[in-house]
Antibody, heavy 120, light 107 residues
Framework: QGQLRESGPGLVKPSETLSLTCTVSGGSISFYSMTWIRQTPEKGLECLGN???????KYSPSLKSRVTISADTSKTQFSLRLRSVTAADTAVYYCAREGENYPRWYFDLWGRGTLVTVSS | EIVLTQSPATLSLSPGERATLSCRAS??????LGWYQQRPGQAPRLLIYDASNRATGIPARFSGSGSGTDFTLTISSLEPEDFAIYYCQLRSNWPPTFGQGTRVEIK
């Protein structure tokens, strides 16, 4: 089956925009939604938002004003943009699939994750 | 907001022993709870969904139980690769939320 891989800058300056891409490789995959999840030692695992197959999006209320998730037309690349970052946004960022074979909002396929550090 | 509390924070056991991990919700969540395993340097892996259903490819030594506010993940006989961190995850509300994790370490 396909795999997910996150990519993007590992270092972002405070107040700037964090931009990451999740790329599907190894074959196409079906999905109900693709979700961005981040992990920090302090807050643990946190869902940022997702994009459904029809292109609609849903964001965490706590981050809604700063987050944008999008997908390319082929649905093989999914992007995360997080604006006005601070040190609290330092985390490992994952993209994860909400698979069609499970009930809503379980994540059955994850990327390896990418560490983003916010620092000047 | 529903809070998930996992206990214990750390479980020290030997290979072959039985592991019992707990996840408690601050209010009833029916069966809308899952479990993930995270090994060092890896992403979480879905083990159990909706309290008691094993995900595809998950060995039978992993089982889940519970409903309402109290849930349990049981590993019947620990294999070396089972020493990891385990998270519960709630899907009854958006956004899905995770517990803080239980580390299962080698005694």
């Amino acid at each position: 089956q396909g795999q997910l891989r996150e990519s993007g800058p590992g270092l972002v300056k405070p107040s700037e925009t964090l931009s990451l891409t999740c790329t599907v490789s190894g074959g196409s995959i079906s999905f109900y939604s693709m979700t961005w999840i981040r992990q920090t030692p302090e807050k643990g695992l946190e869902c940022l938002g997702n994009i459904y197959y029809d292109g609609s999006t849903k964001y965490s209320p706590s981050l809604k004003s700063r987050v944008t998730i999008s997908a390319d037309t082929s649905k093989t690349q999914f992007s995360l943009r997080l604006r006005s970052v601070t040190a609290a946004d330092t985390a490992v960022y994952y993209c994860a699939r909400e698979g069609e074979n499970y009930p809503r909002w379980y994540f059955d396929l994850w990327g390896r994750g990418t560490l983003v550090t916010v620092s000047s | 907001e529903i809070v998930l509390t996992q206990s214990p924070a750390t479980l020290s056991l030997s290979p072959g022993e039985r592991a019992t991990l707990s996840c408690r919700a601050s209010q009833s969540v029916s069966i809308y709870l899952g479990w993930y395993q995270q090994r060092p340097g890896q992403a979480p892996r879905l083990l159990i969904y909706d309290a008691s259903n094993r995900a595809t490819g998950i060995p039978a030594r992993f089982s889940g139980s519970g409903s309402g506010t109290d849930f349990t993940l049981t590993i019947s006989s620990l294999e070396p690769e089972d020493f990891a961190i385990y998270y519960c995850q709630l899907r009854s509300n958006w956004p899905p939320t995770f517990g803080q994790g239980t580390r299962v370490e080698i005694k």
